[in-house]
């Protein structure tokens, strides 16, 4: 299974989270392939004290590292305009996170379930 591991993934297993770290360990044992952008790592790097920064490199060495193309981004800007039409609001960030999973049909792993529902990507939560 493709997994593009969200932020609040990410996070969660620096943070020593039991959850987070079981979950990853699970990921690797059963063959999945994990994923990140580019807007997962600068979202949890924007958030890391400067000397937690190595910790987060250690922690993306195994992972796949996926850029989106322009056809991902529009269908992120498509999302964002349906719901915004709908009064709802996905973030830039959750909406090119959704697409890139969607591009490569993965599945995103998250704790932030409400909003990554708002799209037709499959959530997995932990």
Not at 12 to 20: F, T, V, W
Not at 93 to 106: C, N
């Amino acid at each position: 299974m493709r997994l593009v591991l969200d932020s609040t993934f990410l996070i969660d297993h620096l943070r020593g989270e039991d959850e987070a770290v079981d979950e990853l360990a699970s990921i690797f044992e059963n063959g999945d392939e994990p994923i990140v952008t580019e807007v997962i790592v600068c979202e949890v790097r924007a958030g890391l004290l400067p000397d937690a920064e190595r910790h987060l490199v250690a922690l993306l060495e195994p992972m796949d590292f996926v850029q989106p193309d322009p056809a991902t981004a529009m269908r992120a800007g498509r999302w964002r305009a349906e719901l915004r039409a709908r009064g709802r609001t996905l973030s830039l960030a959750d909406s090119l996170i959704a697409a890139a999973a969607d591009s490569m049909g993965a599945t995103v792993l998250t704790r932030n379930v409400r909003d990554f529902s708002l799209t037709p990507v499959p959530v997995k939560t932990y």
